[in-house]
């Protein structure tokens, strides 16, 4: 394997009762990025109109800015319940997209608003459809050789027949799973099977970045990409609302495993779309 990227990626789901826990989570988090010197080369993805971020969170914001840190959006459409039409997920999806970016222009950020990841990584053509209007260029929600189900019990996405270690890959709102042809307006990045204290699937391992990067070497690819989700709320204590110490120190041992054992370069999802967007792979 000439070369592993891994990708930080959180989707700022805050479901803990607490604003104040839910900002110590946060600051926590900036706090073991500056540790481990990944600044800038972190993902997060807001969940804005659940959780009102740029009002109730703004300095976390200015300060994941001021490093650099890639800032995309996280839409949970699961809670429309069934209804997969193109004008309520685009009225959802647009406020979100319209409050951040307003807040950026109101303190004079002139950032790309590029990125999305669905809740549950849900996937539906009209969903996507709706991306590519709202001028979104970049996804985050294949899980290769899964499928999963979202919060009110529906199927997410079923990407069982998408081999596990594919790189980045461009598609359109009909072919998500259309991995070979690498070709439309969206260029997606494929997401581990991984959590790190949550208990809907595997926490991250050894064998978990071990089983991507043999699924690279069997797809005969140069270059590996990793890339890890996980949420606030993980790092917060249960029953509590305070910051679990323990959860914060496995993170900094997957930090560790991966820039030591590994030799991983830590790269955002801007960065990672820079590298991967006009390349054609996994063919």
């Known amino acids: ?34 540790r481990h010197g990944i600044g800038g080369h972190v993902t997060w993805f807001l969940n804005e109109n659940d959780f009102a971020i ?3 969170h703004p300095e976390f914001l200015k300060e994941a800015i001021r490093r650099g840190d890639t800032i995309g959006v996280h839409d949970h459409i699961d809670f429309l319940r069934g ?10 999806c647009s406020r979100s997209h319209k409050s ?42 294949v899980g290769p050789g899964t499928c999963h189900d979202n919060h009110t019990g529906e199927l997410s996405f079923d990407n069982t027949d998408i081999p596990v270690g594919i790189l980045p890959y461009r598609h359109g709102p009909d ?33 978990t970045a071990d089983t991507w990067i043999s699924g690279s070497r069997q797809l005969g690819l140069s270059t590996t990409e990793l890339c890890f989700i ?9 029953g509590k609302l305070e910051v679990d110490p323990e959860s914060i120190n496995r993170l900094e041992e997957i930090i560790t ?13 801007e960065e990672c779309a820079s590298r991967f967007a006009g390349d054609t792979q996994n063919g």
């Open 83 to 92: 209804t997969w039409e193109y004008g309520p997920i685009y009225d959802f």
């Open 54 to 56: 740029t009002r109730s």
């Open 230 to 238: 996980f949420h606030p709320y993980e790092v917060v204590a249960p």
């Open 175 to 207: 072919t998500i799973n259309d991995y070979r042809e690498n070709n439309g307006p969206l260029l997606q990045i494929p997401t581990l099977k991984a959590t790190l204290t949550a208990d809907f699937w595997p926490r991250f391992s050894r064998d």
């Open 1 to 34: 394997m000439k070369d592993i990227l891994f990708l930080i990626t959180i989707d700022c789901d805050l479901r803990v009762s607490s604003v104040v826990t839910r900002n110590e989570s946060l600051c926590a988090l900036l706090d073991v990025f500056d």
């Open 257 to 269: 495993l991966m820039r030591d054992e590994y030799g991983a370069g830590f790269v955002s999802m």
């Open 100 to 141: 951040i970016r307003a807040w950026l222009e109101e303190n004079g950020y002139s950032l790309p608003l590029t990125c999305h990841r669905f809740g549950c990584c849900f996937q539906h053509p009209e969903a996507y459809r709706a991306l590519v209007d709202l001028g979104y260029t970049v996804s985050s929600d």
